[in-house]
């Protein structure tokens, strides 16, 4: 009988052992995404992302993503509040707070990627905006640029001229400040609601992504794409963490988390703009969109206003204690070197 009971508790222990050990092991990073399900970041960082967190923790830490528990301009609070562990957040839906990370969203009328511009601007996050914690209450994991923003309109643009008067979506930073400069109304309104303004009328055109055209049905709305190399804006955008979270989270395995981070998950976000643009340009010739190169004129006059958009904002930020001139002259040099650096494109997952 004794052996028997012996046997029974040492079976009992092994069974409790093989349930207990990966249950009570791993951690799931809950993270907040908005966007429609087919959106990149939706198919293609998150998977990504979670393959690279689960083989960096040895499967002690994943990923589950959830849709719909906020709206885009939410989801830093969301973040913060603890109700998500991490999201993607735009700095331009938070006008005031985020001043500094208008850096990358200036015109420079060359063509560069996504990915390139998402590496150096991690590289200078690190270097220069790091200090003036405007991200205060969360830890940033990763830094992003969406692709040229160009404008698409229902009817045929030929200059900037066309434009005057017109109501064109904007979404914070740098785009309204130049769709002012341009003599169009703006209208504030998030990436999601442009299909529905444009098929109301509330709108006559939106300052956008190339992806948008796609992600966003823009194409079946706004036909006609007005463009520049380099786009008339960048977009600037963060992936971020509820610092609560890393109590859960051995040294060890924070550790590996924050080294699939950085500047790998800031080159995968412009990697995945980069291919969502590719697709966006595709959808939309489909379906026989026009698109149209801004004048040399057009072009001269914008870089008058960029000039002037650039002074304003360095002043504006003369009290955040960053040298705001030296920052985006880092910027742009770490933009040339950032194109020279490996792709990350043999490292992607998609769904």
């Known amino acids: 009988m004794k052996t028997a009971n012996r046997l029974m508790i040492g079976a009992v222990a092994a069974l409790g052992f093989g349930f207990s050990t990966p249950l009570l092991a791993q951690t799931t990073i809950t993270v907040s995404t908005w966007g429609g399900p087919n959106h990149g970041i939706n198919t293609m960082v998150w998977p990504t992302w979670k393959a690279w967190v689960e083989e960096a923790t040895e499967g002690r830490v994943t990923v589950d993503v959830v849709h719909d528990m906020g709206p885009p301009a939410a989801q830093m ?3 913060a509040d603890g109700i998500a562990d991490a999201s993607w957040i735009f700095h331009g839906h ?9 850096l990358p969203e ?3 009328f060359e063509a560069f990627s996504s990915e390139a511009a998402s590496a150096a601007y991690w590289r200078t996050y690190q270097e220069y905006l790091a200090q003036a914690e405007e991200h205060r209450g969360i830890d940033v994991m990763a830094m992003g640029v969406h ?4 404008i698409f309109t229902r009817d045929q643009v ?3 001229d066309d434009l005057t008067g017109q109501r064109l979506r904007v979404g914070g930073g740098v785009m309204t400040s130049l769709a002012s ?7 504030a309104m998030p990436p999601t609601s442009v299909y529905e303004g444009a098929s109301q009328g509330v709108i006559d055109g939106a300052m956008l992504t190339l992806e948008g055209l796609r992600s966003f049905r823009v194409a079946e709305v706004l036909p006609h794409t007005l463009s520049v190399d380099g786009g008339f804006y960048r977009g600037s955008f963060a992936i971020v963490m509820n610092p609560m979270l890393w109590d859960q989270i051995s040294p060890e395995d924070r550790e590996a988390i924050e080294r699939v981070s950085g500047e790998d998950l800031s080159r995968l976000f412009g990697y995945m703009m980069d291919t969502m643009d590719e697709r966006g340009v595709a959808f ?11 004048s040399e004129e057009d072009i ?13 904002w360095a002043a504006s930020v003369e009290d955040r204690g960053v040298d705001a001139a030296a920052a985006l002259e880092h910027f742009r040099e770490q933009l040339a070197l950032a194109a020279e650096g490996d792709r990350i494109a043999d490292r992607v997952v998609q769904q």
């Open 300 to 312: 001269e006059t914008l870089r008058d206003v960029t000039v002037d958009l650039i002074a304003e």
């Open 77 to 79: 609070e969301i973040v």
């Open 106 to 108: 200036f015109p420079t």
């Open 158 to 160: 030929d200059n900037l």
């Open 181 to 187: 400069a341009m003599n169009v109304s703006g209208v």
């Open 284 to 294: 939309a010739e489909e379906r026989g969109s026009t698109f149209t190169q801004a």
């Open 94 to 102: 938070m006008s005031g707070r985020f001043e500094l990370t208008k």
């Open 147 to 150: 692709g040229p923003g160009q």
